[in-house]
Every structure is written in C-alpha cells, then in structure tokens.
C-alpha cells in the first residue's frame, strides 16, 4: 500500500505536465478542466503563464528538486482559477452541466494538488494540513456523481457500444463518485475509497 502514494507523486505530475504543454503550445485555455472564458483579459498571456507554471510545478516535482515549492505552485494556480474565474461563473450558468463539469474538475484537481503539496513537504518545509486537498477533492466528487445521475443518458453514450447496459454503468459510476466523497471527506474508509476510485480511473 505504501507504493500508492508513490505512485500518485507520479501519475498527477504526469498529467499536469501535459496540461501544462497544451497551454503552452496552442497559447489558449482548453474547453475542459480549468478554461477560462473569452471576455477575461489578457486570456493569451495568462493561457501561457499557467502554462509555464504547470509545467515548471511538475517538472520540479518529478526531478525531485524543490518538490514543496513545485506542488505549491500547481496547487495555488488550481486554486486561483477556481476561485477568481470558475466559481463566480457557475453562479450565473446554474443550469448549465458543461459549467458544473469544468468547476468540479478545477476544484478537485485543486484538492489532488495540495493533497500533493503535503505529501511532499520536507522536515525543513512548512507544513500544509493535508485536510485541505482531501475536503476539497473529497467533496468535488458528489458533484460528478449527481451529474451522472441527472445526464445518465448522455454518460451512456460515452461509453463503448459493445459495452451492455451502459445507462446502468452510468448510474454506478456516479454512486461510485458519491460514495468515494463521502468516504474520503469523512475519513471513513477513506484510503480505500481513494484506491478504488483510483483503480476506476486507471480502468478507464
């Protein structure tokens, strides 16, 4: 078990390296995760600052070279954007599942960062409370689960047509996302939530 977290210092850095890429080199905000809308100022040169401060986070991280401060980075410009674009724009789309889609995958890739931060915080380093990461990646995952729950015609289409009862699949992938928020935010059974929610994702 105690290789899981290794394995999580990897695989999340991996991802948010080529996150990182596709800002860098098509100069934009993908539609998806942590986009950004077109009235923002500045859209192109922020699009290339997060950009490089994706790709320097976890390319500190992955080098083992300053490790608190490269996960810090990733966490607060999840955060940010978050915070300053994606939350006051879903209190103007309410209705809109796209909208609730992209928050909810900024809010929990935010928790996965600062979980990170924590997790790699020297003796020297200030300690972060890894409380942080896991309420908020913890409780984004509801989120999914409703939305599984409210779309699970749609989410059907997105799986393989040689897949049977791929509406049912849907339905208990999102009570799969409900019961691993609960887990995890209550610390009951959390690890194990943590795991198998992990698995479902490398299953995919």
């Not at 850095?13 to 100069?27: D, E, N, R, S």
């Not at 928790?111 to 913890?138: E, H, K, N, Y």
């Not at 939305?147 to 339905?171: C, D, M, N, Q, S």
């Amino acid at each position: 078990m105690d290789r899981l977290p290794r394995l999580g210092r990897i695989v999340f850095p991996v991802g948010v390296l080529a996150l990182g890429l596709q800002h860098l080199i098509t100069g934009g905000f993908g539609p998806g995760l942590e986009a950004v809308p077109a009235w923002v100022a500045g859209r192109t040169p922020l699009a290339y600052a997060t950009g490089l401060v994706l790709v320097g986070g976890a390319a500190l991280v992955l080098l083992r070279i300053r490790r608190p401060i490269g996960a810090l980075a990733i966490a607060i410009t999840f955060s940010a954007l978050f915070a300053f674009l994606q939350w006051p724009l879903l209190l103007y789309h309410l209705t809109d599942p796209n909208i609730w889609t992209t928050v909810f995958e900024t809010l929990a890739l935010s928790g996965a960062a600062w979980t990170l931060a924590a997790s790699v915080a020297g003796p020297g380093d200030r300690r972060i409370s890894p409380d942080v990461g896991r309420i908020a990646f913890g409780g984004a995952l509801p989120a999914f689960g409703i939305l599984h729950f409210k779309y699970a015609h749609y989410v059907g289409t997105l799986i393989p047509a040689w897949i049977p009862f791929r509406e049912a699949w849907a339905y208990a992938t999102g009570a799969c996302f409900v019961a691993a928020g609960l887990a995890i935010v209550t610390r009951s059974k959390g690890r194990l939530a943590a795991t198998l929610l992990g698995v479902m994702f490398a299953a995919w």
